[in-house]
């Protein structure tokens, strides 16, 4: 894999926080932003996703937390992070097209809500925005893994909206799933991801926040660039 190049790495600047549930438009949004900033763009999801899928492929079971545990010690995970896609190496093998299985996702919420893998995540996604110029998306960034980012956004759509985006995101990629099991996979992640007690989905207190409902994506990325721009 070659180097992606990032054009504003190097030069001290921003950390942008994206959080919000699912289907609410964070990739896209984040990704348009990264390539107009010339930032990096992480999306910590796929990280997670990463371990599930490792703990999916190694036979375990995730409500065995220590068994779950004890797979990290022998984990290594990079990201060759892109302004457009982000490649996940874990030890060593390129498993980007692997992680967006309905059976990945499923998974992925119920290992995140394990404290040692938030825990052993952390400093992973702190280095690789410890040079600032990044836009990172997930559920805990604005509260945890940057609290001190320089712009915090929280992101919300009504669930009907999220779960029809999602269901849409599925069938291109050729997953036959109906409607309505989106939409029931969908809210039960959120109430897993909102409920659970390690690092819980929450607006941070100083994010701000953006509904997507009916908003276009330009539109969002739009009032996020005006943001950027007064602090600049
Ligand atoms: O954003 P995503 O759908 O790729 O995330 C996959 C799962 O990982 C999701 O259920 C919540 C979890 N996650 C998290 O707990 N914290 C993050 N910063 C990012 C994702």
């Known amino acids: 894999m070659g180097e992606i190049s990032i054009a504003n790495r190097g030069k001290r600047g921003l950390i942008i926080a994206i959080d919000g549930p699912a289907g609410v438009g964070k990739s896209t949004v984040a990704r348009l932003l990264a390539l107009r900033l010339g930032y990096l763009y ?25 068994a779950v545990a004890a797979l990290l010690p022998h984990t290594s995970l990079q990201m060759a992070c892109g302004p457009e896609q982000s490649h996940v190496l874990l030890n060593g093998h390129d498993i980007t097209g692997q992680l967006r299985t309905p059976e990945v996702t499923a998974l992925a919420s119920v290992v995140s809500a394990i404290p040692a893998v938030r825990e ?11 040079e600032g110029c990044i836009i990172a998306e997930g559920r805990d960034i604005g509260t945890r893994v940057f609290p001190e980012a320089d712009i915090k956004f929280f992101l919300e ?9 999602r269901h849409r995101e599925l069938v291109a990629a050729g997953h036959a799933v109906h409607f309505d099991q989106t939409k029931r996979d969908l809210t039960g992640r959120d109430d897993r991801d ?8 929450i607006p941070a207190p100083d ?3 953006i509904d997507t409902s009916s908003m276009p994506v ?10 950027v721009a007064a602090r600049s």
Request: charged share 25%; aromatic share 4%.
């Open 157 to 165: 759509a009504d669930a009907e909206v999220r779960a029809t985006r």
């Open 218 to 227: 330009e539109e969002v990325v739009s009032h996020m660039m005006a943001a």
């Open 194 to 201: 909102r409920s659970r007690p390690v690092a819980p989905l």
């Open 207 to 209: 994010a701000e926040r």
């Open 42 to 66: 992480l999306d910590t999801g796929a990280l997670y996703r990463a371990i599930a899928w490792k703990v999916h492929n190694a036979g375990i079971r995730p409500e065995d937390h220590l």
């Open 120 to 130: 052993w995540l952390l400093p992973v996604q702190r280095d690789i925005g410890a």
